[in-house]
């Protein structure tokens, strides 16, 4: 498909995208200052399936998001529109909210809770430097976590 036609343009614009286009007369922007322009901030993330974790859901790991602290969140099945709970990043993690059932935060939220306690050293770097680390390095820190 050609993004450059008429037809193209109104069917993105039906898919509720909107495109602007900033001017920078000067030089190239940053990447952040592209991203600071829409309101939006880098993020590397990935969602990590229960084989991995060992925790009967899926784990959410994410750099700096928003103004919280670090965090982990836990789904039944990833998707921004799914149930959540979030999950401090700490030696000593808690739930910190969640919109899961009741019944399946009870289920789940023992082992989460224990495999972010296992793994908070990196989950935090992850957190505050990873934005900056390179595929290999993001690759590698994923096959470094520990399992419960």
Same mark, same amino acid.
Not at 50 to 57: N, R, S
Not at 130 to 139: F, H, K, N, Y
């Given at each position: 498909m050609r993004f450059d036609t008429p037809s193209a343009r109104a069917e993105i614009a039906a898919m509720g995208?909107?495109?602007t286009i900033a001017v920078w007369t000067d030089r190239e922007p940053t990447l952040d200052e592209e991203l600071t322009a829409?309101?939006?901030e880098p993020v590397e993330m990935a969602n990590l399936p229960?084989?991995?974790?060992?925790?009967? !859901?899926v784990i959410f790991i994410s750099t700096a998001m928003g103004q919280h602290g670090p965090r982990v969140k836990?789904?039944?099945?990833?998707?921004?529109g799914q149930p959540s709970a979030s999950i401090s990043i700490s030696p000593n993690p808690r739930v910190? !909210?969640?919109?899961?059932?009741e019944r399946d935060?009870?289920?789940? !939220?023992?082992? !989460?809770l224990e495999w972010v306690a296992l793994n908070h050293e990196a989950l935090t770097t992850f957190w505050f430097e990873?934005?900056?680390?390179?595929?290999?390095?993001?690759?590698a820190f994923k096959q470094g976590l520990k399992r419960v």
């Open positions: 995208v909107q495109e829409l309101g939006e229960p084989e991995w974790t060992g925790v009967l !859901a836990l789904y039944l099945k990833p998707g921004r910190l !909210a969640s919109s899961l059932d935060l009870s289920r789940l !939220a023992p082992k !989460a990873g934005e900056s680390w390179m595929d290999d390095r993001v690759t």
